[in-house]
């Protein structure tokens, strides 16, 4: 049960922190190059954005049960001696981590309250580049070690603010409409074809490999209920979001963007899903409900959060 609940957390605070991520890098973007599309989005994203150290918070979850929920936590002999000394081992891996989320932490700090200038954004940017290439590996893919993906970091940080875009369409903000609508749409679809691209040419080029570490990542995900689980997240997630974004009346209308923004989400939960339950086993039943109770207790938190900070916020600007 101890161990569920561990796995479970960690499922929940990848999807939870998807957004916050992604809306950080649409926030840094945008102070760069400007345009309505962000100043439409704002009263989403920098909220969102500001969540990132309850995200950093929640690590402490997953740094406590490693070896619950990491073989080569549990059993250094599972990787090379020379991998395990050198990154796979557990003083590392919450070095790199917390590295990564306390620097989002404070670029999001500078970001909300005005304090980064296009410089600072522009190595804000680049030092997301370069942790977003790390950190995707330790949390995600090292739950199966013997499996390697360049691009995966790649397809995360498209996941991250594909999450941004579809939680900024479903809050649909009051400034959202006539021409910034469109706009979202554009940066929606995008995204998503971005997503799809990075996750199609993924399994193409194993496929096309042959080599047994990544041909037994996908075995195992061609058993059970994960081809049904990788298919919703496909078709509602991704092609039928697609099509509705091609149609003009859907692009113009914030309503029509918001049940695209809805779709999208839950195809990403559902793809997070079938990226880390495999790698349990018979385990995965029990993480996944264990997932769904503490994202959903995340997200009442985070609610809570942002109420306290408003009401605290308005204090000291009366005081």
Request: proline share 7%; net charge positive; charged share 10%.
């Amino acid at each position: 049960m101890t161990e569920a609940l561990a796995r479970g957390w960690l499922l929940a605070w990848i999807a939870f922190g998807a957004a916050p991520a992604g809306s950080l890098v649409l926030l840094l973007v945008h102070r760069i190059t400007g345009g309505r599309w962000g100043e439409a989005l704002a009263p989403v994203l920098r909220p969102t954005a500001a969540l990132l150290p309850l995200v950093a918070l929640g690590f402490l979850g997953v740094a406590v049960a490693l070896p619950a929920l990491y073989p080569w936590a549990a059993d250094p002999g599972v990787v090379k001696p020379g991998v395990a000394s050198l990154y796979l081992n557990p003083p590392l891996f919450i070095v790199r981590s917390a590295v990564a989320l306390l620097g989002w932490s404070v670029l999001a700090g500078l970001v909300l309250t005005g304090r980064g200038s296009r410089l600072v954004t522009g190595l804000g940017l680049a030092f997301y580049g370069l942790t977003i290439s790390l950190v995707p590996v330790d949390w995600i893919l090292s739950l199966e070690p013997r499996f390697t993906s360049s691009a995966f970091g790649a397809g995360l940080a498209l996941h991250q603010v594909l999450a941004a875009l579809a939680l900024a369409a479903v809050a649909s903000p009051r400034g959202l409409g006539g021409r910034t609508a469109p706009d979202l749409a554009n940066l929606l679809l995008a995204t998503l074809l971005g997503v799809l691209y990075v996750g199609l040419m993924s399994y193409v080029v194993a496929w096309y490999g042959d080599l047994p570490p990544k041909a037994a990542y996908y075995l195992r995900r061609e058993v059970g209920p994960y081809p049904a689980l990788i298919g919703a997240a496909v078709a509602a997630g991704g092609l039928v979001p697609f099509l509705f974004l091609l149609v003009g009346a859907v692009r113009r209308s914030p309503g029509a963007l918001r049940l695209v923004g809805v779709l999208v989400l839950v195809g990403l939960a559902l793809r997070v899903c079938w990226l880390v339950l495999p790698a349990w086993g018979a385990g995965a039943g029990g993480a996944a409900v264990a997932a769904g109770l503490w994202l959903t207790g995340l997200i009442v938190l985070a609610r809570l959060a942002l109420r306290l900070a408003g009401r605290l916020g308005g204090t000291l600007r009366h005081a």
